[in-house]
């Protein structure tokens, strides 16, 4: 039963398709980023018009890497929120499309359940129930995950999400889009002695994240400083630091009020290194995450979500929709 995964949520065009029984057949992904570079953010328009000129070349590639044709898959599933309105627009257009022109059922699948459930491509995979931390550009979220489609979201970011806040602290710092990965190579130059940031949210209970004030005092910081590249790479490292220490101390209390014994963490900022080491080595629990391919926006996740998905019979009618703000809790199987 192979599956075409269609995701165009946000700024890269990515393709992929996924077998019950032969699991990942092919994946192609386009990135955006030097689209979007000059601006220091994606541009919703740009977006969306790459999507077009990207996404029909990808998908050609993508069946004849996998080596099937056209007549050979038994369905389409695409990312139908959240995200960029006119990108996922363009994801569900082609997708609904070619599964009526091909014949097979079509799936609207959510963004942040196929970060969530990415991991199970992974050899080494957790079991059903576990606590997910979710972190990505967009999102910054505690989940209690009882199974596909059961999901309890126990905190989330008040303000900024993680990475959101990661790029715009890269941004004051001069330091080029996408930020987050350029601010976490930087921190690994920097004094850890300098600077303390503060671990915002730790010291009141609740499992909520608010990472808008440790940016400001970021950007007070620097202001109260040289502009040297030491310095900078002083303040990212002191902030990377309050991050995933904060990040570390909601999932110790999340993991104790759940009293789950599994950990994943999904999503783009998945992939910072400190991050991994921190919960990896502190947390007396299993903890798993996807390779760094997966962590990012990828097609690979859209095609097993929507492999899952209609092996449960769930399909999308011939209305082409998307939802751009789509809460995860509420999805059902």
Not at 66 to 86: C, D, I, Q, R, S
């Amino acid at each position: 039963m192979p599956v075409l995964g269609i995701e165009t949520s946000c700024d890269e065009s990515a393709i992929a398709i996924y077998d019950g029984d032969r699991g990942l057949l092919a994946h192609e992904i386009y990135s955006q980023i030097e689209v979007h570079r000059q601006y220091g953010g994606v541009v919703p328009e740009l977006a969306s018009r790459d999507h077009i000129r990207k996404t029909l070349p990808l998908i050609d590639q993508c069946i004849k890497d996998a080596g099937l044709t056209a007549a050979e898959l038994t369905g389409v599933a695409y990312t139908k929120g959240p995200g960029l309105v006119g990108a996922l627009m363009v994801g569900a257009s082609i997708g609904r499309s070619l599964a009526y022109g091909w014949g097979v059922p079509a799936v609207g699948i959510h963004h942040m359940e196929a970060h969530l459930m990415v991991v199970m491509l992974e050899e080494n995979h957790p079991e059903f129930p576990f606590l997910a931390l979710l972190v990505s550009g967009g999102h910054t979220l505690l989940v209690d995950v009882q199974g596909l489609g059961q999901y309890d979201i126990l905190g989330e970011s008040l303000d900024d999400a993680v990475g959101e806040a990661f790029d715009k602290t890269a941004k004051l710092l001069g330091l080029p889009y996408p930020g987050g990965p350029e601010l976490s190579a930087l921190a690994e130059k920097g004094d850890p002695g300098r600077f303390t940031f503060p671990r915002p949210m730790v010291n009141r209970p609740g499992l909520e994240f608010s990472f808008s004030g440790l940016k400001t005092f970021a950007v007070n910081t620097f202001h109260k400083n040289d502009d040297s590249e030491q310095t900078k790479a002083d303040i990212a490292h002191a902030f990377e630091e309050a991050v995933v220490d904060t990040m570390l101390i909601k999932c110790k209390r999340a993991l104790k009020q759940t009293r789950l014994t599994r950990l994943v963490m999904v999503g783009g900022v998945s992939a910072n290194k400190r991050l991994r080491k921190q919960l990896k080595d502190s947390l007396d629990v299993e903890v798993y995450y996807p390779r760094r391919e997966y962590c990012t926006d990828n097609g690979a996740m859209a095609a097993y979500l929507g492999w899952l998905r209609l092996s449960t019979d769930q399909t999308e009618p011939l209305a082409i929709r998307v939802k751009p703000r789509w809460p995860i809790t509420d999805l059902s199987i």
